[in-house]
């Protein structure tokens, strides 16, 4: 047999493309040739984004199919973005596939499609080519996706996904638990999008069958009551987390790495860590007050301030901000977390509780401070402050507002809490057995490798 070929599929968004374009990475280095499929909007941004000292490893072909939204319309709405690709990209698929079949003796061995696209592995199915899902996210997202019909049943949502009422369960005594409302599919967008996430989690519910393999981006100490309620869920999490290091690759803004020069001038553990990943939106007066808390903490702070964060164009931050601020806060476009989150300066993560993030954070031993804004990331803060304690969250004035008081509040008693530093950093540990020769990240990856080369 010649050399395995596989096809790696992302769900198009920022927080999808990373993990399964490190998974890609790490197949790499086990010499399996990739082939690594954006959407055309995303492989551009991906291609801008990339310096020459992160090329992607020579064996992965970058390639791009149309996701069926013309150019100027807002792939932010994850309702429309959603029924675009799953209308559009399974046919366009199929025609790459043909294409790299017709003109390559290396014909496509395996496809390992983001579980959210699970068109891709009907595609796959069709064309009789084997397949893996990958679950970007917790396993407690995947089983609560997969616990979706004995809801229905048992009367927690309707057919529709909506709350029957609004309550607080747990899938086992051990997870973290859930308010219905912020079921993932119930706290994104509008109604429709909200509908249509729906629709889509039950028929990937049903693709995800077509899977011979599973593999989420958690591990089994981590999240042990939702790997064990559906046990043919396969981590490997930390090994993807660790392998960040090296490669800034797959990101759609370009990174600004003088930041971590600026990190280097700072005293060890000082440094509050300020990022929301690749969503989330302010409004000016959150936004000013988030300025203000981190102004009157008075500790070094470096803070991702993307291009579009704020709702209005206009320079959002409060009067005199960044000339008081100089000396000590630096704001910057787009960093290279994992290099920051692995740098002895920072002390803390003030993060919107990304899936990426909390592994990320988790890896290194950061203490969180958590600021969820939708999706799974209210699940997320509840791993991180009920269920293993690394973190704290923050209150909401009665208008909704997080204060700076707050934010400043909060910052003292994470930074004084000597029993969550002390249990982030056992949790590093944890993270790091995961990836070392007989962990099960390690082993898991490893058998399917051998899967893939059989
Ligand atoms: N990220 C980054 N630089 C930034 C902000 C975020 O490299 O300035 C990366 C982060 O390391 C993570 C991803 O973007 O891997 C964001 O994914 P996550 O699941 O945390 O959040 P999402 O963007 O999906 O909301």
């Known amino acids: 047999m010649g050399k395995p070929h596989?096809?790696?599929?992302?769900?198009?968004?920022?927080?999808?493309?990373?993990?399964?374009?490190?998974?890609?990475?790490?197949?790499?280095?086990?010499?399996?040739?990739?082939?690594?499929?954006?959407?055309?909007?995303?492989?551009?941004?991906?291609?801008?984004?990339?310096?020459?000292?992160?090329?992607?490893?020579?064996?992965?072909?970058?390639?791009?199919?149309?996701?069926?939204?013309?150019?100027?319309?807002?792939?932010?709405?994850?309702?429309?973005?959603?029924?675009?690709?799953?209308?559009?990209?399974?046919?366009?698929?199929?025609?790459?596939?043909?294409?790299?079949?017709?003109?390559?003796?290396n014909k496509v061995t395996c496809i390992i499609a983001d579980e959210s696209v699970g068109?891709?592995?009907?595609?796959?199915?069709?064309?009789?080519?084997?397949?893996?899902?990958?679950?970007?996210?917790?396993?407690?997202?995947?089983?609560?996706?997969?616990?979706?019909?004995?809801?229905?049943?048992?009367?927690?949502?309707?057919?529709?996904?909506?709350?029957?009422?609004?309550?607080?369960?747990?899938?086992?005594?051990?997870?973290?638990?859930?308010?219905?409302?912020?079921?993932?599919?119930?706290?994104?967008?509008?109604?429709?999008?909200?509908?249509?996430?729906?629709?889509?989690?039950?028929?990937?519910?049903?693709?995800?069958?077509?899977?011979?393999?599973?593999?989420?981006?958690?591990?089994y100490e981590l999240e042990p009551a939702a790997f064990s309620l559906f046990p043919n869920i396969l981590p490997i999490g930390p090994l993807l987390a660790s392998n960040r290091l090296g490669s800034s690759a797959g990101y759609f803004w370009p990174e600004d790495s003088t930041c971590l020069e600026w990190l280097d001038q700072q005293p060890a553990n000082s440094v509050i860590y300020v990022a929301f990943g690749s969503f989330t939106v302010f409004d000016n007066i959150q936004f000013q007050q988030l300025a203000s808390g981190l102004e009157c903490t008075n500790r070094p702070f470096l803070w991702v301030v993307r291009p579009d964060i704020a709702d209005e164009n206009n320079d959002a931050y409060p009067e005199g901000f960044k000339e008081r601020v100089a000396t000590r806060g630096r704001m910057v476009g787009w960093a290279p977390q994992q290099k920051v989150?692995?740098?002895?300066?920072?002390?803390?993560?003030?993060?919107?509780?990304?899936?990426?993030?909390?592994?990320e954070g988790l890896s290194n031993g950061i203490p969180f401070l958590c600021w969820p804004y939708f999706a799974d990331q209210f699940l997320n803060q509840s791993y991180i402050c009920d269920v293993w304690k690394v973190g704290l969250g923050f209150n909401c004035d009665e208008s909704g507002i997080i204060k700076q008081g707050e934010i400043k509040d909060k910052v003292e008693q994470l930074l004084n809490d000597k029993t969550i530093k002390a249990r982030a950093l056992d949790l590093k540990e944890v993270a790091a057995k995961s990836v070392k020769e007989g962990g099960c990240s390690h082993n898991n990856f490893?058998?399917?490798?051998?899967?893939l080369k059989t």
């Not at 409302?181 to 519910?205: H, Y």
């Not at 989150?341 to 592994?359: D, E, I, K, R, Y």
């Not at 490893?446 to 899967?451: D, R, S, T, V, Y």
Request: proline share 5%.
């Open 446 to 451: 490893n058998n399917f490798i051998e899967w």
């Open 119 to 219: 068109w891709a592995l009907e595609v796959a199915e069709k064309m009789q080519i084997r397949r893996a899902a990958f679950w970007p996210a917790a396993a407690a997202l995947l089983a609560l996706a997969l616990s979706v019909p004995k809801m229905i049943e048992d009367g927690i949502i309707n057919n529709h996904g909506i709350p029957t009422k609004d309550q607080i369960i747990r899938l086992s005594p051990t997870m973290p638990a859930m308010s219905t409302t912020q079921f993932v599919w119930a706290c994104i967008g509008d109604l429709t999008t909200q509908k249509i996430i729906f629709e889509v989690v039950t028929r990937n519910n049903k693709s995800v069958g077509l899977a011979d393999w599973l593999i989420c981006n958690s591990t």
């Open 341 to 359: 989150l692995n740098h002895p300066s920072v002390a803390c993560f003030l993060s919107h509780c990304g899936w990426n993030s909390t592994m």
């Open 6 to 105: 596989v096809l790696v599929i992302p769900y198009p968004a920022q927080g999808h493309v990373i993990p399964i374009l490190e998974l890609a990475q790490c197949l790499v280095t086990h010499s399996i040739e990739v082939t690594f499929v954006n959407t055309e909007f995303n492989h551009k941004r991906v291609m801008n984004a990339l310096s020459d000292k992160d090329k992607v490893g020579g064996h992965i072909h970058l390639v791009s199919i149309p996701d069926g939204m013309e150019s100027w319309e807002d792939r932010n709405d994850l309702g429309k973005l959603t029924s675009s690709i799953c209308q559009v990209m399974p046919g366009k698929l199929e025609e790459l596939i043909e294409r790299i079949n017709g003109s390559n003796d």
